[in-house]
Structure formats: C-alpha cells, structure tokens
C-alpha cells in the first residue's frame, strides 16, 4: 500500500457523496454534461485569500500568477479578489484583458518575449519584468517606435535560491532574470534612457512549505532590492518579492505557516532601510491561492485485475493530470490525494491502482491505493487539481481532448 496525499479541508459529505459548494460530484458531472471534469470551488479560494490577507500585513499586494490557472470565469473572479496579476506571455495578456485587469495592476515576466508581446505590452501600459539586457534595449525600441516611456522592471537572477523549493528558479546560472551583479549598471540605463522605472522583481522558487525558508528568502529579497537601488542610484517603487508558497500535496507535506511568514514579514516591515521606505510590495501565488480549490472528477470504464493486482481504468488522466501522474517535475511518483467521489468518507476496503485511459504506463492517477470498493461508472476525484492542472497538460495526446471545467 502507498498513502495518498492529504485531502484539503474545503469539501464536505453530501448523501455520502463529495460535495463542492454545496453540490455532489454526481450532480456536478450532470451538470457539465460528461467527465473529466475540472470543478473549482469559489468559496476554497475565498477563504485561502481572507487567510492570507489576514496574516499578511497590509502593505504587501497580492498578485496572482495566472498560469497556474486560466480558466477564463476562474480569472475573472480573481479579477475582483486580488491587487495584480502576473502574466508570462502576450496569449496571457489578451486573456488578462478580456477578464476585465487594469493594465497597471499587470506585470509581464517570462524569458523570450517576441517583438510583437513587447509591442503590445508597452502599447498597453503593462509592466515588463525584463528577463536580459537585450530584451530590456528591444523594449526600450518598443517605446521609442510607439512614443510611450515603456514601464519596465528588471527580473534580478538572485545568487540565492529558495531552499526546499520544488522548482527552483534562482541562483547560479539560469535563464530568468539579469544575473543581480550586472543589474545596478542596467537599471540606470533604464532609467537614463527614459522608461517608465517600476523596481525589481524577485522571483527564487516555488512550493515551499517551510515558512522558515520563505522568511529567509524573503528577508534576501529586501536586502537585495535596497542593495541594488542604492548601488544604481535609483528608487524602487515597486518590489515584486515573488512567491513560492507551497501547498501539501503528498503524504506527511504540512500546510505552510502563513502566520509565521506575516509576523516575519510585519517586523522587517517596521524596520525598512530608507530607500525602500515608499515602496509598494507584492508576492505573486499561483498555486497557493486556487490548487486546492479544485477537484478532478473522473469515470471508472473499466475494473480488472492483472497478476492480482486490481485497476480502476478511469476516461481521464495525464493528459488533464500531468502533475498528479508525476510527470511534471517529479523525481520521484507519489500519490496525490484521491478519493471514490461517490462513497466519500467510506472506510478503505481495498488495494487497488488507479489509472488513466492513455494507452501508456506513465498514465497513473493512483498507486497501490487504499480506497472504498469501488466499481465502473464510481467517480475517483483527484484533489489539488487547481493549479497546473488543465492548461498544463497534453489534452491533444491521443486525440482525447479537453477536460469540461468549472467554477462553483
Ligand atoms: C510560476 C510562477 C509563479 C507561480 O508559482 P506557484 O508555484 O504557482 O505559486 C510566480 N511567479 C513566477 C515568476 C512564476 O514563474
């Protein structure tokens, strides 16, 4: 047997069934038509925001990482929720717009912008985090050719990284951000060079779930982005001091302690170094704020047995799924939490594995899971399926196409 990971406490039991605002599985799949199924709960990220606003002080913006979740009605509703949202691509950009986002409250990272997303971003008045000097002269050409001082931040590359992070994505060689020896020399070229001077941005990795080792990075982000401004002689009015809280997806992962973060955070607050003094800060979440608000809802087609051991053949899988399979940045495969939608709460009554209709051995939902009897046409629910569920994974791969999503 291999546990499963610890299932969020945002859904409740209706008729013995997995309910998700207020509805159960079964009638939210009638409702959508058909499984796979993306169901999104509102209330789970309500109360995920109120909690963190709550620990968090005041003065830092919260800004949401749009990739991890897309879903147009999804992106809307966060619209009125959170202070800004970052975007890695001008595909998110038109998204953003059309979600009804100011373009000042947006900012634009990402490696590899083409001409034309620096075009349309600058048209627009969105912030770009520069991830290289190169792309920082084309942006400043994009001004020029548009006559408008193009907002611009700089992506710093920090020397540290985020420890225990799942993706790390500072220190040493990499290709975000402007290695931070070489930005105090760009930043004033920015701002010499007339651009619309944002600040820094500051991004070391994500899903980390031990608050000591935010609270580190993010005292390392403050302590840079003074170092940075006094060195280049310019302000920083606005600091994106990134993100990388984690949520527990696997058994024994404990839920991050926001509180200890907030009172962390309030202390070095109250003590500022002078230049950063009028600066507005921001930490973007993309999986903190709505992994686990979403359940995937699957159909068991087939149960049949194989050297003895039992396979609950579901219609969904890793081309909705990637994550919870373990193919997306997983060194080792472990169980996400899982449960028989239809008999929620019921007592475990065997082994059994649990896997996709993908005609491949990577397409795994469960291992050697202890779960109710369970048989075809039962719904299996994959929980934290929030963030890098739907837009992440391959839904052409074998002709199966998109899962039905929904925001409850
Ligand atoms: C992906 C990403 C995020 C969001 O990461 P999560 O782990 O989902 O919180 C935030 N900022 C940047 C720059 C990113 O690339």
Redesign the pocket.
Known sequence: MKPLGPIPPYFETIDGQLAIGGKTASALVKEAGDTPLFVYSKDAILRRITELRDALPDRVRL?Y?M??NPYAPLLEFMADHVDGL?I?SGGELEQARGAGYLPREISF??PGKRDRELFAAVRAGVTL?LESEGEGERALDAGKALGIAPRLAI?VNPSFELRGS??K?GGGAKP?GIDEERVPAFARKLVDAGANWRGF?I?S???ALDADAIIESQANVLDLAARLGKEAGVPVPHL?M?????IPYFDRDTPLDIAAIGAALKSQFADLPQILSETNFAI????????EAGVYLTRILDRKISHGTTYLVTDGGLHHQLAASGNFGTVVRRNYPVAIANHFGAEPAEEVNVVGCLCTPLDRLADQAHLPRADVGDLVAVFCAG??GASASPATFLGQGAAREMLV
């Open positions: 800004h990482a990739k991890a970052d890695a990272a990402g985090n992506r799942g993706m994505m975000f941005h991004y990795g994500s899903q994106n990134g993100g990388g809280f984690g973007e979440l993309g999986r903190y704020l709505v992994g963030a890098y």
